[in-house]
């Protein structure tokens, strides 16, 4: 018994006789098997290489990222080692002033120390009440570290009214003279701030103070503790902004210094 068989006749256009072909059955379900099957794994070829080619599309991107990580990892690194420097830095300055630039933070309810005020004077003190109402006495128990000094507009870069002075947080500020409180407040640039009115005109101005220990108002004897020093307002360590003025116009605070006989 012969196996089934499939024919297929070809006929061309304008022949007289056609051709037949007989194909056993087994071929030509073979050859569908196969062509399916060819289809199959073209279209399996074609739904993975999606994946595939969308990844490799995207290594020159991942490239790009990586070399700014890497770029971004060495800032750091180079942002670390200028903070280690200036921890280096702020504990050698905390060394030359002699104490924390930075106080301690109160706890809740505590009651903060009581700073009473301190009289330079003596009784004894045997200079003319004319020299007590100038300001004429260094308003520091110590003389600190003088960090800038007065700098007028004709001299050249930037302007600069009076004496900064380094010293510790809490150091007392007295008052160079006697006087009246015209001003005691904060200013962004000075921070805490007590600004004295003295007799034949002259003023005199305190800042960057951590505590204020005198009111708008009050009169204060020379020598009298009228602030605490500190670093507030425009300032990047510890120091006494101290400026003097005479009808408007600013003194170099230093050339009263050698009117006051100690």
């Known amino acids: 018994m012969s196996s089934p068989q499939i024919t297929v006749v070809v006929h061309k256009d304008g022949d ?14 073979a050859t ?6 060819f289809v199959v794994l073209v279209a399996m070829s074609v739904v993975l290489y999606a994946p595939i080619a969308s990844t490799a599309a995207r290594v020159p991107g991942l490239e790009r990222d990586t070399q700014q990580l890497r770029s971004a990892n060495a800032q750091v690194l180079q942002l670390s080692r200028s903070l280690e420097t200036a921890e280096s830095n702020y ?22 120390a009581v700073a009473y005020p301190i009289f330079a004077a003596t009784p004894s003190d045997d200079r003319t009440d004319a020299a007590l109402r100038a300001p004429v006495r260094w308003p520091l128990d110590e003389p600190g570290v003088l960090t800038r000094g007065t700098v007028r507009p004709d001299e050249g870069g930037e302007e600069h009214a009076g004496l900064d002075v380094a010293i510790p947080v809490g150091t007392p500020i007295r008052a160079a003279g006697e006087g009246l409180v015209a001003e005691a407040s904060s200013h962004p640039e000075y921070g805490l701030f007590v600004r004295l009115r003295h007799e034949n005109g002259f003023e005199s101005m305190y800042g960057h103070a951590s505590r204020l220990l005198v009111s ?9 503790v009228i602030a605490l020093s500190g670093s507030t307002g425009r300032s990047t360590a510890p120091h006494l902004h101290y ?10 605070p230093r050339t009263l210094l050698n009117q006051e006989s100690n």
């Open 16 to 29: 007289a006789e056609s051709r037949s072909v007989r194909l056993p059955l087994w071929f030509v379900r």
């Open 32 to 37: 569908l098997f196969g062509g399916m099957a």
């Open 91 to 112: 504990q050698q300055l905390r060394s030359m002033l002699g104490a924390d630039v930075v106080p301690a933070q109160t706890r809740s309810g505590e009651v903060p």
């Open 216 to 224: 708008t108002g009050d009169s204060v004897a020379a020598g009298q």
């Open 243 to 252: 400026e003097i003025f005479r009808g408007g116009r600013s003194v170099d």
